[in-house]
Structure formats: C-alpha cells, structure tokens
C-alpha cells in the first residue's frame, strides 16, 4: 500500500484564520489515522505580498493547536529544502525540460499589448485567451521573461475527493505563467512540481482553486505525473451564509483564541466540524475519535458556517472533560489578581466549584474572584432579583442574622453547611430562593456562584462570618 503524505503549504502573507486552518487540519488527520506522514511547506514566491512574521506565526498557529509536521519546516527531511525560495533552481530546471519539450516559452508581450488582446477580445464579445496569441516565433528564455505554459486544450474528467465527478471542455484550457520575470515560479507550477518531489499522494485545497484544477491537469500530463488525490473543500462562510469568512467576519487570527481562553482541542474539534460530520449525532470529539472518525467522503460539498456561539459552547463541554489537574495547568494566565498568594490547594478547590459554568478559561476570573478577596457589598443587586426585593431593611438583616447565629455554630464542612441551611428555612420559614439568593449575595456579591454550601465551605467559617457581617452592617 501507498503511505498516505499530505500537506500544508500556506503562503506567509497575514495570519492564519479558521480556514486555512482547517484545511491544514483534514489534511493532517488524514495522516494521522493512516500512520502517514503530513509535512509544512512554505510557499513564499509572492515577495510583494509576504508579510514579516508570519511563518512563525503560522508555525505557532498548528502548534497550537496540536498539528505536529513530521517533516518540513523547522523539521527538515530528505525532501527539503521546505521553503519555496530556496527552491529556484529546482523550479528552473523543470522549467528548462518544458522549454526543451516544446511545452513552454518565453512571453514576448508587454502589459500594454496584452491589454489591447483583452480589448479586442471584448469588444468581439468573446473570452480572452492567451493561447489564442501565441508568438510564432517565441524569444529564448534566459530566466528574464516570463515562461508560459504551451497548453493543450481538451476535455478533463476527474474524481473529487469531496465534489465527485467533475467534468470541463477545452476552453477552461489556456497558457498561464509557469515563471515569473523575477525568476520565481508561481503557484500555478511550483506546487506541482514540490508535490511530486515530495510524494504527496492527497492534495486538499479550499474552493476558490477548482477552476485552476483543469490547467493543473494539463500540466501534469504534460509533466507525466499522475495526479495525487485531489479534493476539494467548500468555502467557511460567514454566519449569515451570504459570504466567505472574512476578516470583518470573525476571521481572525487563531492564536488570539488561546489568548482569550478557548482550547486548542475545542477548537480542533469546532474546526473538525465545519462541513464535516461522521454520521451521528454526537458533537463533541476529543482528538482521538477525530483521527478515527474522519473521512473525506462524509466532507459536505456546501459551504460551512462559522458559529462563533456554538465554538463558544464546545469549548464549556471541553473544559468540563478536563481533570482538576489538567484544567488547573491550563489556567495559569487566567486566575485574578487576587490569587496569586493563595495555595495550590485552595485554587484546586475553587476550580472545583467553578469548572461547569466556565465557557472559557477567561470566565475564570470573574467567576472566582470573590473566593480571593473580599467584595465590597452591593445592595442594589438585591433590587434586580424579583425574590430579595420583596425584602425590606430590616427583613435582610433578621434573615441575616439568623444566618450568622447557625453558621458560626456549624462545623463547617460543606455536609455541615448544608445541613445548616436547611435546618435555617425551617427555623426562618422562608423559601430556598429567598433564604439562599439572600445568603449567595451576603457572602459573594454576584449573580451567580455555585452551590451555596460548597461556596460557603470554600470561604472557610471566619470569611463568611466576616462578610455576613458586613452585609447586616449595609443592609
């Protein structure tokens, strides 16, 4: 059997967004569950539009996300170099054999006369091809021209992985640039002959280069490659589904996820999922079943769209598969100020009592800050909730007080603490959401914190004492 080689080869022009990512992404699981190899190429022969940083900024973006690359980039291997620039001479010499076969020659035409063809063309009311205006007799090349391709219009057939069969006449057929005047090639040519050299047997590329495919056969035919396995992936567009994901969009760069507290898995899995489903309901995946579960053939062939709320909610159910322990070393950068004196063991605690309602690691703070330090009371939270605002001043501070007398008395355990507070509504005769909405605020000052008992026994008995007391001193 083949063994399965896919890769990635971004151009370094701008940040890597949701979809080049994902295209990265099916590449690399295809690999993976194969035991193959997935390889990083840097295609960077569009100098005016390269931008600093950004191959390491696209390195950092895979990482991230826990896209390994046996082979490229930073890795090296018996196919490199893995940069496209230092690749010109092996461009040139393929070139050179075109040339040589009759297949390729050097462009004579400035701008100027090529947009007389296209006028003319125009004004005949019929497409513009280049093949159309080949020079009989054709300049040498000597690397200072462009080089175009001599193309052999026909008929293509070809299988999709993701599309199906897709068909096109001769005239999607025309001579495009394989060299450029610069001395680069362009993508066009220079992908082909890398995926050769490189024995990558699966190709997968977004949409907006299906339209190019029957040149790319051309070219191999007349390079004598067989093909790789093509396929093609639909676009991510945006939630309205009107148009692709852009920058304006939510397409953003993919390491300010990390930074805003989203997990590389649950992005993994949300990108896993635009436009890919295995055939069941489930939703969630970690890493493993997506390795086991993907396949091209269930790859939707109509567009994906982005849902920032759903990647919101996978990343809550992916905080929630974490341990204690793991969650705990994720969210070093996360905790508030306030905690940077407390112990190891009472953060564990706290992310215990926390860890179900935190969407992302950036919920932390908000959502534990009052365990650290005490807040300041805050009555007018009392008047937005429909049961504490039938209370007046001095039935806060009755229920208060009652509050503080059975606590101090408690052990304070949570099993002790719960056991209080319902001996508590019996003794005050109020209801759970009077009694307990009223204790919450006393003891946090937010709208929401988990289980009253455990909240409490989290604080410890001197704490809550403390803060009980502020509040019937402010009631």
């Not at 009694?435 to 410890?460: C, E, K, N, Y």
Request: proline letters at 5%; a negative charge; hydrophobic letters at 35%.
């Amino acid at each position: 059997m083949t063994t399965i080689r896919t890769r990635f080869a971004p151009s370094p022009t701008g940040f890597m967004h949701v979809g080049g990512v994902r295209t990265a992404l099916f590449a690399w699981l295809i690999a993976q569950q194969s035991n193959g190899t997935f390889l990083l190429r840097i295609e960077d022969t569009d100098k005016v539009r390269e931008v600093e940083g950004s191959i390491q900024q696209i390195e950092q973006s895979l990482r991230w996300l826990g896209i390994d690359w046996k082979e490229g980039i930073d890795v090296g291997g018996e196919h490199g170099p893995y940069l496209q620039s230092e690749r010109l001479n092996i461009y040139r010499q393929w070139a050179q054999k075109l040339v040589d076969q009759g297949r390729a020659y050097a462009d004579p035409y400035t701008k100027e006369e090529l947009e007389v063809f296209r006028e003319n063309a125009k004004a005949s009311k019929q497409p513009f091809l280049y093949r159309n205006h080949r020079p009989e007799q054709p300049p040498v090349w000597d690397g200072t021209q462009s080089l175009r391709f001599k193309s052999d219009p026909k008929a293509y057939k070809w299988q999709d992985a993701v599309m199906g069969e897709l068909s096109t006449g001769p005239e999607a057929i025309d001579d495009f640039v394989l060299m450029k005047s610069d001395g680069y090639p362009t993508y066009n040519f220079c992908h082909i002959i890398d995926d050769m050299l490189m024995g990558i047997t699966h190709v997968l590329r977004s949409q907006e280069f299906i339209s190019s495919t029957p040149k790319f056969l051309n070219l191999y035919d007349a390079l004598e490659i067989t093909p790789p396995v093509l396929a093609t992936l639909p676009y991510v567009m945006a939630i309205d589904g009107k148009k692709k994901l852009g920058k304006r969009d939510g397409a953003k760069d993919i390491l300010d996820y990390g930074k805003e507290g989203y997990l590389p898995e649950a992005m993994m899995n949300f990108l896993a999922t635009l436009g890919w489903n295995d055939g069941t309901e489930q939703e969630v995946f970690t890493t493993t079943e997506l390795i086991e579960k993907f396949s091209l053939d269930r790859v939707q062939k109509s567009p994906a769209r982005f849902d920032e709320q759903r990647l919101l909610w996978l990343n809550g159910q992916h905080i929630r598969l974490l341990s204690l322990d793991a969650l705990y070393e994720r969210v070093v950068d996360f905790w508030p100020e306030s905690a940077s004196t407390s112990t190891k063991e009472h953060k564990i605690a706290v992310l215990s009592l926390v860890q179900d309602r935190l969407k992302t690691l950036a919920d932390l703070s908000v959502a534990s800050s009052y365990f650290f330090e005490t807040p300041t009371p805050n009555w007018s939270m009392a008047d937005d909730n429909k049961q504490l605002r039938k209370l007046d001043q001095e039935e806060r501070k009755n229920l208060l007080s009652q509050a503080l007398t059975a606590l101090e008395q408690s052990d304070f355990d949570a099993s002790s603490v719960q056991d209080t507070l319902n001996q508590l509504l019996e003794t005050t005769g109020q209801k759970p959401g009077i009694l307990f909405s009223l204790v919450r605020l006393a003891v946090s000052w937010a709208p929401f914190s988990p289980a009253l008992h455990d909240t409490i026994a989290t604080l410890g008995k001197d704490e809550t004492v403390t803060r009980i007391s502020a509040a019937i001193e402010t009631a």
